[in-house]
């Protein structure tokens, strides 16, 4: 198993429908990350998970929902999306506490078009 | 608050030629320093990190960087370009749980 995964690797939705992303560590981690990547745009932190509870949430219209039911596993639920929400969303996990330099580890992506 | 400028969102270089990528820093706390890069369609990859020990990291891939802290830069080189170090680099700066990364230097490296 690779340390971060993401699925569904591709996702096309309809701005009705509703899905979600999931993201899945084997590393241990104690704190997981929402991020977004738009073309031309640099990278948004949109979440942050730190022993399952929600430590940061930079403003994200409540389209966007996110659940972590544990350290080792956290989604995105959609709903109602907007086509500028088209983006790479990249899930990262890092480990804390005293010592820890922060370091995140990525996942390969969830690629959403919104039509 | 800690931040990231990287200099340059795009830079092209010959295969075989040296590769340089410009970061400054600002940071209220001694930095943790890093660089990833990002291949088409993936996530970041970790390159390399600076976390106060030898100031001069070696990475993957035959990337290196120096923390200069008198200059506040985190300069990403590469002595001979290869065609499969085209991508995204992005350098990023922390203390834990608030990494903040730059807007990202696109590499392209011509035959």
């Known amino acids: 198993e690779t340390g971060v995964t993401q699925t569904p690797r591709h996702l096309v939705m309809g701005m009705t429908n509703k899905k979600s992303l999931k993201c899945e560590q084997h590393l241990g981690h104690n704190a997981m990350y929402w991020y977004k990547q738009s073309a031309k745009k640099p990278l948004e932190l949109m979440f942050v998970y730190n022993f399952k509870e929600q430590t940061e949430n930079n403003s994200v219209p409540s389209r966007f929902s996110p659940e972590c039911p544990n350290s080792s596993h956290l989604f995105l639920h959609l709903h109602t999306l907007q086509p500028e929400d088209s983006a790479l969303y990249l899930c990262?996990?890092?480990?804390?506490?005293?010592?820890?330099?922060?370091?995140?580890?990525f996942g390969e992506g969830s690629r959403l078009t919104v039509l | 608050a800690q931040s990231v400028t990287q200099l340059g969102s795009h830079v092209s270089v010959s295969e075989g030629a040296l590769v340089l990528l410009r970061c400054n820093y600002s940071s209220s706390v001694p930095p943790y320093l890093f660089w990833y890069v990002q291949y088409p369609n993936q996530g970041l990859q970790l390159l390399l990190k600076?976390?106060?020990?030898?100031?001069l990291v070696k990475g993957i891939n035959g990337f290196e960087a120096e923390f200069k802290k008198s200059e506040t830069s985190f300069h990403l080189t590469k002595p001979s370009a290869h065609m499969s170090d085209a991508a995204e680099y992005f350098c990023?700066?922390?203390?834990?749980?608030?990494?903040?990364f730059g807007a990202g230097t696109r590499l392209t490296v011509k035959p």
């Open positions: 990262a996990s890092s480990a804390t506490g005293t010592g820890g330099t922060g370091e995140l580890f």
């Open positions: 600076y976390t106060s020990a030898a100031t």
């Open positions: 990023a700066v922390t203390p834990a749980n608030d990494m903040r």
